[in-house]
C-alpha cells in the first residue's frame, strides 16, 4: 500500500501547507465551526474534477494538458498565463511563510528571505538530483511526519478546551465585510482546480518506469487508491487545522496577522501559550512539515505545468522536456526569490490576487476536466458515471455561481 501511494500523496503534501495551515486555521480562530459545513461542501463539488485528472491519464497515459489543447488551444493559453503568475506569487509567498517557521529551529540569526532562499535551495537540489523518485519519496515521509505531529496537537487541545469562555459568540461569516474570506477559503479548499493537474503530470514518470507494456502503463485501481488517500487526507486535515484554529485562537481576543511571516510566529506563541511550552517542538514540527510539502511540490509542479504546456502549445520551439522543466525550475526559484526580497510588503495581495484568480477560473478548469473524461479518447468503462455526472455538473453551477456573486460583491459593495 506503501508503494502504491504516489501523486495523489504528493497533492496532499502541497493542500496542506498553503491552504490548510493558512486559511483553516485563520476559520477556525474567526468564525468557530460557522465554516465547517463550507470547508465539507465546497472539497465534495471539487472532488470529481481532481478526480478526473489523475484518472484521464490512467485512462489514455496522456496528462491532462494534452485533454485541453484538445478541447482548445485557448484553454491551454489560459492555464499557462495563469501558471506563470501564480508558479511565482504561490512560490514566493509558501517559501517565505516555510522560511518564518524555520526561525522557530534556532535560527534567529538568519533573516527570513535567506531561509526561505536556503529552503528554495534545497527543494530545487532535491528535485534536480534526484527527480521525480526523490520527490515522492519526501513527499510520503514528510506527510506521514505532518499527519503524526498535527493529529497529536488537536487531540491535545481537544483534551485541554477551547480558549473562549462559555457562551462566547463569534462574528458571522456571512457578512458583506467576510464574504472576501470566504471566497478565498473555498478557493483554497483542498486547492485551486487548476492544481488538479499536478498529479496528472506527476504520474508519468512513474508510468514510464513501470516494466508494464506501453498500452497499460497505470493499474486504475492503484492510482484510484492513490488519489482517494491524498483527497481524504486533505480533506481530514482540513477539518483538523480548523479544530486547531477553533479550540486554540477562537474567542482568544488576538487577531491573527494576514502577513504570512507574522502570521507563523502567532500561530507558534498562541499554540506554545496555551497547550503549554513542552508542545512548541511539537507545533513547530507539524506547522513546517507542512509548509515544506507544499514548498517543495509547489517549486516542481508548477515548472513541470509550464514545461508540459510549453511543449504542447509551441511544436517548433519543442526543448527536451527534462532540461526544460529545469530551466522552469531555476527561473520560478529565482523570481519567487526576488519577490521575497523586493515585494514582500505586497506579497499578501498578490497572493490573494493570484488566489481570487483561480477561484474565477474555477469553473472553466472544472469544466474542462469534466468533457475531457467524455472525449472518445477515454475507454466507456472509465468515463463518469450517473453520480459523477450530476456532482460534476451540480460543481460546476456552485463555483460559477459564486464567482458571479464574488464579482459583482467586488464591483458594486465592497
Known amino acids: 500500500m506503501w508503494k502504491k501511494l504516489g501523486p495523489g500523496v504528493l497533492l496532499a503534501g502541497a493542500a496542506i501547507g498553503g491552504s490548510h495551515l ?12 460557522a465554516l465547517l459545513g463550507i470547508l465539507f461542501l465546497v472539497n465534495l463539488f471539487k472532488y470529481p474534477f481532481f478526480l478526473y485528472a489523475q484518472r484521464y491519464t490512467a485512462a ?3 496528462p491532462i494538458l494534452e485533454g485541453y489543447l484538445q478541447m482548445g488551444r485557448t484553454y491551454l493559453l489560459l492555464f499557462f498565463f495563469l501558471s506563470i503568475f501564480s508558479g511565482i506569487v504561490n512560490i514566493a509567498g509558501v517559501s517565505m511563510i516555510a522560511g518564518s517557521l524555520a526561525v522557530n529551529f534556532g535560527l534567529h540569526g538568519i533573516s527570513v528571505p535567506h531561509l526561505s532562499g536556503s529552503i528554495m535551495l534545497i527543494c530545487l537540489l532535491v528535485i534536480i538530483l534526484g527527480g521525480y523518485p526523490l520527490l ?7 506527510v506521514l ?9 488537536v487531540i491535545i487541545s481537544v483534551i485541554i478546551g477551547p480558549v473562549a469562555p462559555a457562551g462566547f459568540q463569534g462574528e458571522s461569516p456571512w457578512t458583506l465585510a467576510s464574504f472576501g474570506f470566504v471566497i478565498m477559503f473555498m478557493g483554497w479548499m483542498p486547492a485551486p482546480i487548476d492544481v488538479s493537474v499536478w498529479p496528472s503530470l506527476w504520474m508519468k514518470p512513474r508510468g514510464k518506469r513501470e516494466d508494464k507494456p506501453r498500452e497499460n502503463p497505470f493499474n486504475m485501481q492503484d492510482v484510484m487508491f492513490d488519489f482517494h488517500v491524498g483527497y481524504g487526507a486533505s ?6 487545522f480548523l479544530i486547531l484554529g477553533k479550540m486554540v485562537l477562537f474567542g482568544s481576543g488576538i487577531e491573527l496577522s494576514s502577513q504570512g511571516s507574522v502570521f507563523a510566529r502567532q500561530l507558534i506563541d498562541l499554540y506554545s501559550v496555551t497547550i503549554g511550552g513542552w508542545a512548541r517542538p511539537l507545533i513547530i514540527i507539524a506547522a513546517f512539515s507542512a509548509m515544506f510539502s507544499t514548498t517543495l511540490t509547489t517549486i516542481d509542479a508548477y515548472p513541470r505545468s509550464l514545461a508540459t504546456s510549453w511543449n504542447l502549445l509551441f511544436s517548433k520551439g519543442r526543448i527536451a522536456f527534462k532540461r526544460l522543466h529545469h530551466i522552469w525550475l531555476v527561473a520560478g526559484s529565482v523570481l519567487g526569490y526576488l519577490v521575497i526580497t523586493n515585494f514582500v510588503d505586497g506579497l499578501g495581495d498578490m497572493l490573494a490576487l493570484a488566489m481570487i484568480l483561480s477561484f474565477l477560473t474555477a469553473p ?8 475531457v473524461m467524455l472525449g472518445g479518447d477515454v475507454p466507456a468503462k472509465y468515463k463518469p458515471r450517473l453520480w459523477q455526472k450530476i456532482l460534476s455538473v451540480a460543481g ?5 455561481g459564486f464567482g458571479l456573486v464574488f464579482i459583482y460583491w467586488y464591483a458594486f459593495l465592497q
Open 364 to 371: 472553466v478548469f472544472a469544466f474542462l476536466n469534466y468533457r
Open 145 to 153: 511526519i505532518l499527519g503524526v505531529s498535527t493529529l497529536i496537537a
Open 60 to 62: 489514455t497515459d496522456k
Open 22 to 33: 493558512v486559511a483553516s486555521t485563520q476559520a477556525g480562530a474567526a468564525y468557530g465551526w
Open 136 to 142: 515522492k519519496r519526501f513527499g510520503k515521509v514528510i
Open 396 to 400: 460546476i453551477l456552485f463555483l460559477g
Open 235 to 240: 480533506v481530514f486535515f482540513a477539518f483538523v
